[in-house]
């Protein structure tokens, strides 16, 4: 009985259990029903015996009856030994009707104690083995005697019999079972074994179109219906899933998208905030920046935390510091636009002046969700601004010069004019005269073409004629024009020049000019009895032209600037020799027209000073070709 | 046997009355220990002319008056013994009348026993009772030969008694097959049986 006959094995197959089933049950129902037949026919048969020997008492004490009426023992004995036809009676006994033993039968063979006095009561009595029977004998009413019966009751032999015949048939029956549950069987387990099919292949193939095709209208049927109900509900389901995870799919891949071509926009606005110095600024509704460029960053030398934290605050110059502050929590509390210069103590020491300037940012409901701008490195617009304004100071600077230089030789020209027109003025005072104006106007005519020069060189008007021609006559023809200044001034002037010839592949005008205002502004600014030298070098590069003087010199911060425009020594209105301060300026201009270059030189005011012209190697002719 | 069966069966209604008299005539025909060495012959004959009723069916119309006569002849201790012994039973449901043979010319009894006392000629007797349904019992040898239906005799001190059934059979009289079965001898029957 372990595991009920393997019906609750889970190795055992459906059909193994279905044998079982049918045979456990064949055999339930056959002991169950042979016990009760058996039970049933025990109780029939105890019944039918007693009533059976019932029977042949009152029989035999009818038959008696007589025999004991007329006292006739012989008739009585003889009809007791009719009893000898029935095995099953083994002993019958008449009492006469005082209670005294009239005549008894014992069967053959048999030891049966027989009682000794009638027994009191009527009836049928089984007990155990034995089926005992008292039966009054009486005729016409009248009480004659007592007949007693003993018979067997073979209950044992019974049930044997019964035993019997009931294997018999249980075998038979539960061969037929079995033969019959193994057809019955494939009925039951080929819908079963089709539905395992379908399934394993809908495991292996992930097919959920696939059906158990419907057997019947039993269970097996009804589980058939509600698979393939069950796989619809899963057909449809992963369907739809499957359309939900392409929806999700498309849906992360627009998200991915969106957040690379945000990420991209972020880094557009990044390499934006980068490009511009010092990048953006982003803060919060509370006016906290959020974030600031790493440009803004590298030049407070700050984090973001710190700069987060008001650190930005802290790097105001000190001047600058509450206004700025306070202006910061008004343009927070009233939601303004912002705009405002202030400068900024960076990490190299300096103070860097930065235009911040921004608005606020609105949510959808419009409220303000923070700030957005950019700071403008403005350092490099205020050095514009001043060098601007430092131009238009020179500009009027060099106005007045003009005015003053334009004037300064209309009054010896007056006293010249005055003079000629004088009736009493002598020869030599008109010769006089007339050379003061020559000179004058000599004078006035230089400067103007100085200044004509200029004009086109700054305009690009201007074009060289070249030529080629030494050195020497260029340098000839510049002290032409300075010589008689030099000698006015009463320099003592030197040349230092190659031995061998040097030609130049150049304008000769235009280099003699500028080597005449090098003359010129030596003997200019060197006190009356000095010293100027011209020295020519060639070297690598090509031919260095140097013009040194004895006289007042340059400082080292003026050395830088000499070359300008309008950029006259401060002290040039007080001294006599006056000027407009253009010569340096179209000296570089010139020479920069053939390429070269022009270089100052001083070891300090009052200690002289070397001017030099570099002409580059393309303005040399070499001997050969020349 | 049916029919005996189903008579015993009809005879239950009245069982109650008939058990009481029967122990009442247990009380004198049935013999105790001590009353068996005196066995009183005449009440063991008076108990059997009583029992022969029982075996007997005698036709509607052998009765007059509705009552069942017996008279005995010649045996008045039997007679006193029936008198007592049916005082208050009945016989075919009817009440039973003992009488004297005096009286014989008015009488037409169902039972006629005849004893040993009986001086007279007992051919003669039962001639003029013959082809009548009367049961004829006597007690003599010969009785049967002279007419008689049952005769009782003696065998081992005991009271047997032979029959005869033929003139029962001419008298309208049927007798019970069982009572043949116990007579010691049947006259005309299939032998003689001897004890």
Redesign the interface.
């Known amino acids: 009985m372990k595991h009920l006959f393997g019906l609750s094995d889970p190795r055992r197959s459906v059909r193994g259990k279905l044998g079982a089933a049918v045979m456990l049950t064949a055999i339930v129902v056959l002991v169950t029903s042979g016990a009760a037949m058996l039970i049933h026919d025990l109780s029939v048969y105890r019944r039918s015996w007693a009533a059976d020997i019932g029977t042949e008492a009152?029989?035999l004490a009818?038959?008696v009856?007589?025999?004991l009426?007329?006292?006739?023992r012989?008739?009585a004995r003889r009809n007791l030994e009719a009893l000898r036809s029935r095995p099953a009676v083994l002993a019958a006994v008449l009492f006469?009707?005082?209670g005294s033993l009239y005549a008894s039968y014992v069967r053959e063979g048999r030891a049966v104690r027989l009682p000794e006095a009638p027994p009191a009561v009527d009836g049928v009595k089984i007990d155990g083995s034995r089926v005992q029977v008292s039966q009054p004998v009486?005729?016409?009413?009248?009480?004659l005697g007592r007949l007693y019966v003993q018979a067997r009751y073979d209950v044992a032999g019974r049930v044997w019999a019964y035993l019997g015949i009931f294997s018999v048939i249980a075998l038979v029956s539960l061969v037929a079972a079995l033969l019959l549950s193994a057809v019955l069987q494939r009925l039951l387990t080929a819908p079963i074994e089709a539905i395992g099919a379908v399934a394993l292949r809908i495991i292996r193939e992930k097919d959920y179109s696939l059906r158990v095709h419907p057997t019947g209208r039993d269970e097996i049927g009804v589980v058939v219906q509600a698979l393939n109900r069950m796989l619809g509900e899963i057909e449809q389901r992963t369907r739809a899933m499957e359309l939900t995870n392409e929806t999700l799919r498309q849906e992360m891949q627009e998200r991915q998208q969106a957040e690379t071509r945000r990420r991209e926009t972020e880094g557009v606005y990044r390499a934006i905030g980068e490009s511009i110095d010092y990048g953006v600024w982003i803060t919060d509704a509370q006016g906290r920046l959020t974030y600031v460029s790493e440009s803004f960053l590298r030049l407070l030398g700050q984090t973001q935390e710190q700069v987060s934290n008001m650190g930005w605050a802290s790097a105001l110059h000190p001047d600058d510091r509450d206004a700025t502050i306070a202006a910061w929590v008004d343009t927070v509390r009233g939601g303004d636009s912002w705009y405002r210069e202030h400068r900024i103590l960076g990490v190299d020491g300096k103070y860097h002046a930065v235009l911040a300037q921004g608005v606020p940012i609105r949510g959808d409901d419009g409220h303000i969700i923070g700030w957005a701008g950019i700071n403008l490195d403005i350092g490099r617009l205020k050095e514009t601004e001043e060098a601007l304004r430092e131009a238009d100071r020179r500009k009027d600077e060099f106005l007045a010069t003009l005015a003053h230089e334009l004037r300064n030789p209309l009054a010896p020209i007056r006293h010249a004019t005055l003079i000629l027109e004088s009736p009493v003025a002598s020869p030599e005072q008109r010769q006089w005269g007339r050379a003061v104006i020559a000179r004058q106007v000599q004078h006035m005519a230089l400067l103007l073409d100085d200044l004509l020069d200029v004009s086109r060189i700054t305009r690009g008007r201007l074009e060289l004629k070249r030529e080629v021609v030494s050195i020497e006559s260029l340098i000839n023809a510049a002290l032409e024009t300075a010589r008689p200044l030099i000698e006015s001034r009463q320099h003592q002037l030197t040349l230092d020049v190659p031995k061998e010839p040097v030609l130049l592949d150049v304008d000769p005008l235009r280099v003699s000019q500028a080597l005449s205002n090098l003359l010129t502004n030596a003997a200019k600014y060197t006190d009356p009895g000095g010293s100027i030298e011209v020295g020519v070098r060639r070297d690598a590069g090509g031919l260095g032209i140097s013009v040194r003087d004895t006289g007042i010199g340059l400082s080292a911060a003026a050395i830088p600037r000499v070359f300008e425009m309008f950029s006259q020594m401060e002290s040039a209105l007080e001294r006599s020799q006056g000027g407009l301060g253009i010569g340096l300026a179209l000296v570089r201009g010139l020479i920069a027209l053939h390429g070269g270059t022009v270089s100052a030189h001083s070891e300090g005011q009052g200690k002289g000073s070397t001017f030099t012209i570099h002409l580059p190697a393309s303005t040399l002719v070499s001997r050969a070709a020349g | 046997?049916a029919s005996?069966?189903v008579s015993?069966r009809s005879?239950r209604c009245?069982?109650a009355?008939?058990?009481l008299?029967?122990?009442l005539?247990?009380c004198v025909v049935?013999?105790?220990p001590r009353a068996a060495e005196a066995y009183r012959e005449e009440a063991?004959k008076a108990a059997?002319l009583h029992?022969f009723?029982?075996?007997v069916e005698w036709p509607e119309t052998a009765f007059e008056g509705g009552v069942f006569r017996i008279a005995v002849l010649g045996a008045p201790e039997v007679r006193d013994e029936l008198q007592r012994l049916l005082a208050d039973k009945s016989i075919k449901g009817r009440p039973v009348s003992v009488t004297s043979v005096a009286d014989r010319s008015s009488s037409k009894p169902q039972l006629l026993y005849v004893g040993r006392g009986y001086s007279g000629s007992l051919p003669r007797l039962l001639a003029e009772h013959r082809g009548r349904p009367v049961l004829i019992v006597t007690d003599q040898p010969g009785g049967l030969e002279a007419g008689g239906i049952i005769n009782f005799l003696l065998v081992n001190q005991?009271?047997?008694?032979e029959m005869s059934p033929a003139p029962a059979q001419s008298a309208g009289l049927h007798i019970?097959s069982?009572?043949l079965?116990?007579a010691v001898r049947v006259l005309g029957g299939r032998g003689e049986r001897s004890?």
Request: hydrophobic share 55%; aromatic share 10%.
């Open positions: 009152n029989l009818l038959t009856g007589p025999a009426a007329f006292d006739d012989a008739t006469a009707a005082d009486e005729f016409n009413n009248e009480y | 046997v005996v069966a015993v005879q009245v069982r009355l008939a058990s008299l029967v122990l005539a247990l049935a013999p105790t063991v059997f029992r009723t029982g075996f005991r009271v047997r008694f019970s069982q009572l079965a116990v004890q």
